[in-house]
Each structure stands twice: as structure tokens, then as C-alpha cells.
């Protein structure tokens, strides 16, 4: 195996076991079929990076199938959308095929089973059909049609193909066993009438296959080795094996389903119904809307296939679902774009600065580095004058000596400039601040606290900027059983500013990114023209969103603590280390907030030793952040140890490990 994997998911053992067991390595395919019925979201990247990740791992083909089975709700459109994304993710399929590439071959098979005695036409409504089915403890019973004769069931199948009947009127039924302990083995639909236009094959079908129906012979069709899907296709696996039990060659390769847990993110929605929704009832505008979840909205945004490649990687594979927080996300696009991205300058919410000392026409071309953390990114000139534009927020008429930007009497360092001195202020009539008059020194070498970012007027260029933020105001908006996804919100998740950028950004190109330093990262959007610049803001330089993120159940937890208070706060905390990430999501958040609470009673120096803590103990590793970010809060400076644990942390393949660490970092 690679050096480069320290260890191999679950679903790397069971093809490394089955190499071991005689399956041939030229054996190995894989695909990924997506539904042709919307855009892929960023769930999707996980299933795209397992089968597409083992196919470069394993240099084994990935089929990319469109399992387009529902003419009602399937279009070209989003096929091309796919087929876009996945190639901007960096992955290439071996074949493009479509489960309607093999409708013929699943009629043929339909009738085979009718023949066998396996299959029969049920001819009863819906609510029927649902009543005899019975519940989980409840075993169902045999319809009135079960029993067909095959000459019967042949025949009305033959009309259903030939368009004889409504939808609604007959469906073919898989013949299994009513009382099974498994719902979905008590006969399920296999065909149903659709009298829709199919994308592909146009009219010349009016019956469509379900999807159990079409997903194992498909995947034995193209001899997929491994069929890998989601968690809530587990209880279907009974189902797949049997359909498949049906047709099987001895002679050819077998496919075997196994799931993993998908990909849930806080803050997001997942369920295209509900995104659709969004689109539909314009809370956003289209489906590449850059706060949306889908790939499209996140390439718009300016997120990167290296940092949306990273997050899924880090995120790993697992077998039970749990929420990814966002911020893991919004770490993985700023260490790139970091690495990438160009520094320029750009004031959003400006205020006038007047260098008084400096002449008033007098313009030089000062030298500015374009990535301190590339060398070959080289240098640019920027426009330096007598008036500029700075940040309103960065200048205060009285402060304490803890604001370390401008104040009246107080020194800064404009960046790639000089120093300059606050002077004065002009204000019009309601007390507003409309210009801030300085002086400048060209002795540069003097040390300040404060470094500010700017832009000189005459020669700043106009720009509108969209500043993005989380689409939803709540961790779970479509969690609540008794509130709408919709109440969630977030009302600010999108303000149009008029800014000004230096005139390096004039010839910026659409997808262009840079950092404004000192304001975040943002990219040139769809919408930008020469005569009009659009940026988006990708990502800010630092998680705001975790410094207002509301502590929950705290009285509950205040009254468990006293039971407790026979151990120090530390030993407190370190007993939820051996299960902290084991513990179910609800529970999870109640010893998250048990931790911060114990955490305000105890000392960096009971922390430190914790630093050193076994890669293997994942737990008492978190346990540790947490409380860490409690000690910073509280004013604790970073030293080189907790620089240290942080940087550990953030390259550790624990999910729950590094989000902690993103918080604090």
C-alpha cells in the first residue's frame, strides 16, 4: 500500500480483503450515478471523491452513469450541469452511460421473472396496496392480483408497454414474500405507467423502472465491482442481492453494495426538494447562487476543486452519520486560497484620508508584494497620493490602548506605504466624520503597532462587492419537527456594497481570486464586466461565526456539575475524553458545553501536559481543544506549544478534531 495513507477506510478493507480472496485487481470498476433531477451540492462531493478517490488509488476505471428512470423530474440541463462539475472537480470517468442505455434489457428481464412465477401485475390503488403491506412489527398480507396466472401477467405487462393504461391503473410487482421482516422485500414495484417525454429516448417508452429495479442490474450490466452508496440505501441491500440473484451468470463478475454515511453539514440543507424550493420562491437567485450548497453555487463563490478535494478527505469515510461543521469547509478554502490567492487592497465601507504634508499633486508608484507566502509570486505597483480611502471601522476619535489602528494623536503604518499621524477630523453638520487630516513620515524603519490597508482615490476603481454569509441562521434548519426550514433564514445573508479597489483589479477576469487583505477572500463573479467589476466574498480571513455561536442547554448542564464537584474541573474534563467523539450528536453538544463551563475554572498549566496526548486518543485530543479555546477567549496568548497542538491538529484526519481546531485557530 501507498505511504502516503496512513490507514485504510472500511471500505478500502473490503477490497483489499477481496484482492486477498482471488478477485483479480483488473476486476476493480466503480461509478458514480447521480439522478439527472437538479444540481450536485456539496454532499455529492463525498460520494464523487469515494469512488472517484478509489479509482485513482486503485488506477481502476469509474463509470459515470445517469440513473435517469424519471422522465417527470429529468433534464439535459442538469445532466450537462453534472458532467461540468465533476470535470471541475478534477476527476475523469472511464464511460458516460445512462440506465436508459439498458431499458430493453430490463423489460426483457422483467418478463423473464413473470415467467419464472417472480413477477405479476397488480392492478389496485395505491392506498390498497399501502394497507396490505403492513408495518415494521406488522407483517403484510397477499393482494387479490398476487396470484395472476403468467399468461395474464404477460399480457397486461405487454399493454402496459404498448400504452393501454394510465399511470395509476397497473404496476409490476416483484413476487417475494408479504411477511417479510424487511419492509421493502414485501413485493416491491418494479415498473409503473409514466406517459412522460424521456431527455433520452424520447416517447418510446411509457413504463419506466424503479430505481431497486434498475440500480444492481445496471451496476452487473457495466460489471461494477463495487457498488457504493449512502447509509439510508442499507435496508435495500436485501433487495439488491435478491434482484440480482435473479439474473446473475455464474460465470460473470457479481456486484456487492456497501454504504457509508453521507455527508450532512451545519448551517446547509441537502434535500433538493428543499433547494428547489429555494430557487423556486426566489430566496436565491438560481441554483449556482453562491450560498447555495451545490457545486456550481460554490465554484460561483470562488471555493477551489483543491479545497472542496481537501474537505472531503479530512471528512474521511465512516459508517454512521453525524454533521460536519461548516467552518471545516470555510478552513479548507482559506489554507488554499491563502497559499494562492494574491494580496491586493480594497476599502468597503470608506472614509476619506488627507495627508496633509504630503503634495497635493504628487502621485508615486509604490511596490507591493502580491503573496508573502509565494516568492514566485512577484510584486505590483499601487497609486500612493495625498487623499485616500480607508476602513470608517478603522479609525476612532478617543480610544483605549488596546485599538491598535488610528486615532486622533495616534500613529498606524499604511501598508506597502508610510507611517502617518491622526491630526484633525472634519465633520459635517450631524457630527459625522468626513475627513481624517493627517501628517506622514518617510521614516519607515520606526515601529507601530498598527498596519491599515487603503486605496488612493483618484486612482481606485469602483466595484461592487457581495458580501455572503451563511444562508441559514441555525446549525440544523430542516431538523425541527415542528418549524420550516424557511424560518431559518438568515436575513443577512447577502449585502451589495459599493467599494473601492486599487487599479490593479481593472483587468480582473471572471473566477479571478484574491485576498483583500485584512477583509477576507473574493473572487470576480459571472456577473462582472469591464465597465462594472462584481466580486463575491468567498470566506473571511477568521470564523466570526464562532464567536456568536450560541451556548445551549447551560442550566441544565449548571445543575449537573455539583454531583461532580468531589474531582478538580481538569479530571472533570478529562473523564469525557475516552468518549467524547462516540457520544451521539445531542449528547455531544451537552458535554461540549459541560467542558466550556468546567474550563473557566482551570489553569493553562493543567492544560499544557494534555499537548502530548497520543495520536489514538482522538477524544481527550478534543476535550483538550475545547478547553484551550475557552483559555484564549478568557486572554490567553498563543505560545509555540499551542501554535503547535493547533497545527497537529489541523493536518489530523479526525473530522470532529480539526473543526475544534479551526474554531481557535
Known amino acids: ?54 479509482g485513482e488509488y486503485y488506477n481502476a476505471p469509474v463509470n459515470l452513469r445517469f440513473d435517469d428512470t424519471n422522465p417527470a423530474k429529468e433534464e439535459q440541463e442538469f445532466v450537462d450541469a453534472i458532467k461540468e462539475d ?40 395505491s392506498e390498497a396496496m399501502a394497507e396490505q403491506k403492513g408495518t415494521p412489527t406488522q407483517p403484510g398480507v397477499d ?72 440500480h444492481g442490474e445496471s451496476d452487473y450490466i457495466e460489471q461494477i465491482s463495487h457498488s457504493l452508496c449512502s447509509l439510508e440505501f442499507k435496508p435495500h441491500r436485501e433487495l439488491y442481492d435478491w434482484f440480482l440473484d435473479q439474473v446473475v451468470d455464474a460465470g460473470k463478475l457479481r456486484p456487492k453494495q456497501r454504504e457509508f454515511a453521507r455527508l450532512n453539514l451545519s448551517y446547509t440543507i441537502m434535500s433538493k426538494r428543499k433547494l428547489l424550493k429555494l430557487v423556486e420562491d426566489g430566496i436565491v437567485n438560481g441554483w449556482d447562487d453562491p450560498r447555495m450548497p451545490t457545486i456550481s453555487g460554490l465554484r460561483r463563490r470562488g471555493y477551489t476543486p483543491n479545497s472542496i478535494r481537501k474537505f472531503v478527505e479530512t471528512v474521511g469515510v465512516a459508517k454512521r452519520d453525524n454533521i460536519i461543521d461548516v467552518s471545516l469547509l470555510e478552513f479548507c478554502i482559506r489554507e488554499d486560497l491563502n497559499k494562492t490567492a494574491p494580496r491586493v487592497m480594497a476599502v468597503l465601507d470608506p472614509v476619506k484620508l488627507v495627508i496633509t504634508n504630503y503634495p497635493e499633486d504628487k502621485v508615486e508608484w509604490l511596490e507591493a508584494e502580491n503573496n508573502q507566502e509565494d516568492e514566485s509570486a512577484g510584486y505590483r505597483k499601487v497609486p500612493f497620493s495625498s487623499e485616500l480611502y480607508i476602513e470608517k471601522e478603522d479609525f476612532k476619535e478617543e480610544a483605549s490602548a488596546k485599538f491598535f489602528r488610528l486615532k486622533l494623536g495616534g500613529e498606524v503604518r499604511l501598508k506597502n506605504a508610510y507611517i502617518i499621524k491622526a491630526e484633525s477630523v472634519v465633520k459635517d453638520v450631524n457630527g459625522n466624520i468626513e475627513e481624517i487630516h493627517c501628517t506622514y513620515s518617510e521614516d519607515t524603519s520606526r515601529r507601530v503597532k498598527g498596519t491599515l490597508h487603503w486605496v488612493s482615490i483618484e486612482q481606485a476603481v469602483k466595484a461592487e462587492v457581495r458580501e455572503y454569509d451563511r444562508l441559514f441562521s441555525d446549525e440544523t434548519p430542516d431538523s425541527h419537527q415542528d418549524k420550516s426550514f424557511m424560518e431559518f433564514i438568515n436575513p443577512d445573508s447577502l449585502k451589495t456594497i459599493e467599494a473601492f479597489v486599487e487599479p490593479s483589479l481593472k483587468d480582473a477576469k471572471i473566477g479571478d481570486r484574491f485576498q483583500f487583505q485584512r477583509l477576507g477572500y473574493f473572487n470576480v463573479d459571472d456577473d462582472s464586466t469591464l465597465e462594472h467589476l462584481v466580486f463575491n466574498k468567498t470566506v473571511g480571513l477568521r470564523d466570526t461565526w464562532a464567536k456568536v455561536k450560541p451556548k445551549q442547554n447551560t442550566n441544565q448542564n449548571q445543575q449537573k456539575q455539583p454531583q461532580q464537584n468531589n474531582r478538580s474541573a481538569i479530571e472533570q474534563i478529562k473523564s469525557y475524553g475516552k468518549k467524547y467523539d462516540r457520544l451521539p450528536e445531542d449528547k455531544k453538544a451537552d458535554a461540549k458545553v459541560d467542558i466550556q463551563e468546567l474550563a473557566q475554572k482551570v489553569s493553562y498549566d493543567e492544560v499544557e501536559p494534555l499537548f502530548n496526548t497520543s495520536v489514538k486518543k482522538s477524544g481527550t485530543r478534543i476535550i483538550t481543544m475545547i478547553t484551550l479555546g475557552v483559555l484564549l477567549k478568557n486572554g490567553l496568548e498563543k505560545n509555540e506549544a499551542i501554535n503547535d497542538f493547533i497545527a497537529k491538529a489541523l493536518d489530523d484526519k479526525n473530522a470532529l478534531l480539526v473543526a475544534e481546531a479551526v474554531a481557535i485557530s
Open 143 to 214: 393482494g387479490p392480483y398476487r396470484n395472476r396466472s403468467i399468461e395474464e401477467n404477460l399480457n397486461l405487462f405487454e399493454r402496459m408497454k404498448a400504452g393501454e393504461f394510465d399511470g395509476g391503473e397497473h404496476i409490476l410487482r416483484a413476487k417475494i414474500d408479504m411477511q417479510h421482516t424487511n419492509m421493502l422485500m414485501r413485493d416491491p414495484i418494479m415498473y409503473r405507467v409514466l406517459k412522460k417525454h424521456h431527455h433520452r429516448t424520447a416517447n418510446d417508452w411509457c413504463i419506466y423502472p424503479m430505481y431497486d429495479w434498475t
Open 86 to 125: 465533476i470535470a471541475w472537480l478534477g476527476y475523469t470517468w472511464d464511460k458516460e452511460l445512462f440506465s436508459s442505455d439498458y431499458f430493453q434489457q430490463l423489460y426483457d428481464w422483467a418478463v423473464y421473472l413473470i415467467k419464472e412465477g417472480k413477477a405479476y401485475v397488480d392492478s389496485q390503488s
Open 1 to 54: 500500500m501507498s505511504e502516503e495513507r496512513k490507514s485504510l477506510n472500511f471500505i478500502e478493507q473490503i477490497i483489499e480483503e477481496d484482492l486477498a480472496n482471488g478477485m483479480p485487481k483488473g476486476n476493480l470498476r466503480f461509478r458514480f450515478p447521480p439522478e439527472p433531477n437538479g444540481y450536485l451540492h456539496i454532499g455529492h462531493t463525498k460520494a464523487i471523491g469515494i469512488s472517484f478517490g478509489l
